[in-house]
């Protein structure tokens, strides 16, 4: 038998092309007669669109081509955009058009689109197009949208109100009633964009002569993006393939399918060239769908003891314009809440609130950060209010190991009920604990005081659904040179999804890592497939390579069995070759099965043997599987500047069994940047004509090296019940909790002037702030 | 457009072309010379990505000009690989300590860690992550990358 390569540090396969220069990202196709396009987009956030003169742009020695909406064919410029994840409980069910029709609804919206020989002379051609708007009043700030008389974001509809759910179990008003201590939040929590370094990018080419449109996207979801073109296009599945060659980075924004992955592809088959569209970073900032406010107003009920009674609030979400992936965050939002806690009951309002600005779809995290920051600030304030320390506090009310599985009272996202499938909290934070010498603390802070520096720590705990199905493919083929060629509708962003699924398919099959041949994010390789989001891959696919690995190691076995002429449990299958574990060890090679499988002409098979050497699997999980862990966080805060140094970052994590420590830490670690981003950095403002104000990286600040300190990473391994390799997801949960945990470190170092934050992100102006309002210089004024 | 001759080296390969006034080094070299391993991320000179060595020092290809680099000599991530093809010293050590995601980023990462270990063979974590500060990755969280450089300088000093 082979090295097993399941577990293992395996060095990725994806890294040699990407180190040298040989990346295949969408930009770094180059087809003859290609064309390049640029969109004309609206500069109001809520305008009727009066009409459109491209005459002047037209002339443009360079352009091929202005179009609008009705330049476009019916089915792509006159109806709206599927939604992805409808919900009966959305009352506003908008989408946009491909290209704006009679009103524009947010500053960047795609009004015309621009073909010319080159991306300069389009960009020349976008300030000749002459569009008249009247501009409307517009939904800026969703506080204000969702008041009665509020200006509406869309002039069709009687009010901003998107959605209103509610989310609960078990009594409540009783809870509360009977409660000790009853102690209430007021939170606000923006999480900015995705930011992948690689923009958004769409080439697309018809081949007149076999009539197949492709497309290639910077995309997370090709099969979904496949099957919208379908729908829009009114074409066959067949006749399209999408692919998603390297993609520099999701993060969310690219699940979505947008405009101009519709556009594009039409406007290729209009002028029959291929056309190239590279979105360019303040289009990003503009118009990639970003997660933004959240303002929760929640309470917790206690008892003298610090045990959790309920928990009950309000949550107000976001949406922005339209609603293109349905009201997944909030509902998200909503059932992450009770978290790893024992709550004997819950109830939280929802409210989805349309402005006149770019949706909101999941941002790594989706809807969970805020959740977490919520119900952590509200387990720090009893830990305030009763004189109890934090971690005592959590201790104090973790779902226990032996109640697993545990059934929180809700239903999720997948429509299932919401049962924990395996995990031990208590273990995840005491081994944080551990980690950061927890118990040395207060004389490290004591010290460090008396050095005038301020140093504080937080924790914060969190439990992911991960995992989500419906499924996701996984093809395994023995090719007739005898190497394998695996295809999957998963898809890689930077997971190194070619990595795991070899891994698999190598210890599953019985064959060399290296003989492997991968092909990922192409709809030509699978027929189904959904693509990566909510952490799902690993789970999905992952189960599936097992799978059909498997299944191809039964068919290698009978066929050798039956050619060597010896039972099939004398067989061995590793390293690419059969072998007979008894006699002379007779074998074959993948090489010699593969021809064999196919038979000869003329010639019929041997009873039970099929064609080829071949499986393709699609698992589909019962539910979600739940990921979890504990981060603690050590800060320096510099009171006079606001100026926050993260000093120690420690990650417990149970993602079930690890297929890849190499890549699960390095997930984690990149998750936890992004959340260090959305605890200092990242804000996406707008002004009160919900123009956007940050729309360089010089203006949106995401995590430097110097931000980001090489966290230490524990691993609990508790296997989900739920897949035949035990995996939970990995890609959400280093993000998930990072906010609340620093949030509360930063909180715990200046705890002296008894100042208490409840946002994030937590600039240095707001912390200078609260001190200053607090008499913190006063105070200080003594020391320095 | 007025277009103007240039005569430059890259990656030790001498190179003539006329180009438009206006054309960005980074488009001369992913678009005229094929050279695609050199990325645009923001092209507002922050992210990095698109960080080439312009007669060895570091520079974004963003925000210069073609016709600014005439006689010059530059090196792109294709010029970097060892001479039998192979991964050179830093690009084998961003592999071992998984120093990169999706890669978008990466050449660019290569580019000024070159310059830096050929500054300071040895330097500190706090300098690697002060240079890195020039380059913007939102896959890694930076714990590799940062791994990589000392990993490969010590390879260097050391001949391992």
Redesign the interface.
């Known amino acids: 038998m082979g090295a097993k390569q399941f577990g293992a540090r395996v060095?990725?396969l994806?890294?040699?092309?990407?180190?040298?220069?040989?990346?295949r990202?969408v930009?770094?196709t180059?087809l003859p007669g290609m064309l390049h396009a640029c969109f004309v987009r609206s500069p109001h956030a809520h305008a009727r669109l009066r009409s459109i003169d491209a005459s002047a742009a037209r002339d443009l020695p360079g352009v091929h081509a202005v179009f609008t909406a009705d330049d476009l064919p019916a089915s792509v410029g006159g109806n709206r955009m599927p939604m992805l994840v409808p919900n009966p409980a959305i009352e506003a069910s908008l989408t946009q058009h491909c290209l704006a029709r009679e009103e524009v609804c947010y500053v960047g919206q795609t009004v015309a689109v621009i073909v010319a020989d080159s991306r300069?002379i389009a960009e020349d051609a976008v300030a000749l197009v002459d569009v008249d708007y009247d501009v409307l009043p517009m939904a800026s700030n969703c506080r204000d949208a969702v008041k009665p008389d509020a200006a509406r974001a869309h002039s069709a509809l009687a009010n901003n109100i998107a959605s209103t759910f509610r989310m609960g179990y078990g009594d409540v008003d009783a809870a509360f009633a009977s409660a000790a201590h009853v102690f209430k939040e007021d939170i606000w929590q923006h999480r900015g964009g995705?930011?992948?370094?690689?923009?958004r990018a769409v080439i697309a080419s018809l081949d007149p002569s076999t009539d197949l449109l492709t497309v290639w996207s910077a995309t997370q979801t090709p099969h979904i993006g496949r099957r919208m073109l379908a729908d829009l296009l009114d074409r066959s599945l067949e006749s399209i393939r999408v692919i998603a060659p390297?993609?520099?980075?999701?993060?969310g924004p690219k699940a979505i399918f947008y405009a101009e992955e519709a556009v594009i592809p039409a406007v290729a088959m209009l002028l029959r060239r291929p056309i190239k569209w590279?979105e360019?970073?303040r289009e990003h900032f503009l118009c990639a769908t970003q997660e933004r406010d959240q303002y929760w107003t929640v309470e917790i009920a206690v008892d003298g003891e610090g045990k959790i009674k309920g928990v009950r609030g309000k949550l107000l979400h976001d949406t922005g314009a339209f609603v293109p992936w349905g009201i997944i965050m909030p509902y998200i939002a909503a059932a992450t809440m009770p978290g790893p806690y024992v709550i004997p009951a819950y109830g939280l309002d929802v409210t989805v609130a349309l402005t006149n600005k770019v949706a909101t779809t999941p941002v790594r995290g989706a809807g969970r950060p805020q959740a977490v920051f919520a119900m952590e600030r509200l387990m720090d304030r009893v830990a305030r209010e009763l004189k109890l320390d934090p971690a005592e506090v959590r201790f104090r009310n973790f779902i226990q190991p032996e109640q697993m599985p545990y059934s929180v009272g809700l239903t999720f996202r997948d429509g299932k009920p919401l049962v924990y499938d395996s995990g031990d909290y208590p273990q995840a934070q005491a081994e944080a604990l551990r980690m950061i010498n927890y118990e040395g603390f207060a004389v490290r802070k004591a010290q460090a005081r008396a050095q005038g520096r301020f140093l504080g720590v937080g924790i914060g705990n969190y439990v992911e659904g991960t995992g989500l199905g419906p499924y996701e493919g996984v093809t395994v083929r023995v090719l007739p040179s005898g190497k394998v060629a695996v295809a999957t509708g998963a898809t890689n962003?930077?997971?190194?999804t070619r990595t795991t699924l070899s891994q698999i398919v190598a210890d599953n099959l019985g064959c060399r890592i290296e003989d492997i041949v991968m092909t990922v994010g192409d709809t030509a390789a699978i027929p189904q497939g959904v693509g990566a989001f909510a952490s799902r891959q690993a789970v999905n696919a992952g189960s599936s390579a097992l799978m059909a690995g498997g299944a191809v190691r039964v068919q290698i076995v009978k066929l050798a069995a039956h050619v060597l002429g010896v039972s099939e449990d004398e067989i061995e299958v590793e390293d690419s070759i059969a072998i007979a574990r008894g006699g002379n060890r007779p074998s074959l090679t993948f090489r010699e099965l593969a021809r064999l499988s196919q038979g000869m002409p003329g010639f019929s098979f041997a009873p039970g043997q099929s064609p080829g050497l071949e499986h393709t699997a699609y698992f589909t999980p019962p539910q979600a599987s739940y990921c979890s862990g504990t981060h603690v966080v050590e800060t320096d805060v510099d009171p006079m500047t606001g100026a926050v140094k993260i000093l120690n970052y420690i990650v417990a994590h149970d993602s079930g069994n690890i297929i890849n420590p190499?890549?699960v830490?390095?997930q984690i670690?990149?998750?936890?940047?992004?959340g260090i981003g959305n605890a200092l950095l990242e804000w996406m403002k707008y002004d009160e004509n919900a123009q956007p104000l940050t729309t360089?990286?010089?203006d949106y600040l995401?995590?430097?090296?110097?931000d980001?300190p090489?966290?230490k990473i524990a691993h609990i391994e508790s296997p989900s019940p739920l897949n035949p390799l035990g995996v939970k997801g990995a890609g959400e949960g280093?993000t998930i909790p990072a906010a609340a945990a620093i949030i509360a470190a930063i909180e715990d170092a200046l705890s002296e002037f008894g100042v208490h934050f409840a946002e994030t992100p937590l600039v240095p102006e707001r912390i200078v702030g609260a001190l200053r309002t607090a008499g913190a210089y006063e105070k200080l004024g003594g020391l320095r | 457009m007025a277009k103007h001759q240039v005569s430059l080296k890259v990656n030790g390969r001498s190179v003539e072309r006329e180009v438009?006034s206006?054309?960005t080094l980074v488009d001369f070299l992913?678009?005229e010379l094929?050279?695609?391993?050199?990325?645009?991320?923001?092209?507002?000179g922050?992210?990095g990505?698109c960080t080439v060595l312009i007669d060895g020092r570091t520079a974004r290809s963003c925000l210069t000009f073609a016709i600014q680099v005439d006689a010059s000599d530059i090196t792109?991530?294709?010029g970097?690989?060892s001479a039998d093809g192979g991964?050179n010293t830093l690009?084998q050590a961003?592999?071992?300590n998984?120093g990169?995601?999706?890669?978008?980023?990466?050449?660019g990462m290569?580019m000024s860690l070159t310059e830096l270990l050929k500054d300071n063979p040895d330097p500190s974590e706090e300098q690697?992550?002060?240079v890195?500060?020039g380059?913007?990755?939102?896959?890694?969280?930076?714990?590799?990358?940062?791994?990589a450089a000392l990993d490969a300088a010590r390879r260097m000093r050391t001949g391992a």
């Open positions: 060095s990725r994806e890294d040699s092309a990407l180190l040298t220069g040989g990346g990202f930009d770094d180059k300069y995705g930011m992948a370094m690689e923009t390297d993609v520099g980075g999701g993060f590279i360019d970073r962003q930077g997971q190194g190499l890549i830490d390095g670690q990149g998750g936890v940047a992004h360089t990286f010089a995401i995590p430097m090296a110097t980001v090489t966290c280093g | 438009d206006r054309l992913r678009g094929e050279l695609t391993g050199t990325h645009v991320g923001c092209e507002h922050v992210c990505a792109t991530v294709e970097l690989a991964l690009q961003f592999q071992d998984h990169l995601q999706c890669g978008f980023c990466t050449p290569l690697v992550r002060d890195l500060t380059n913007l990755c939102r896959c890694t969280g930076y714990a590799g990358i940062v791994a």
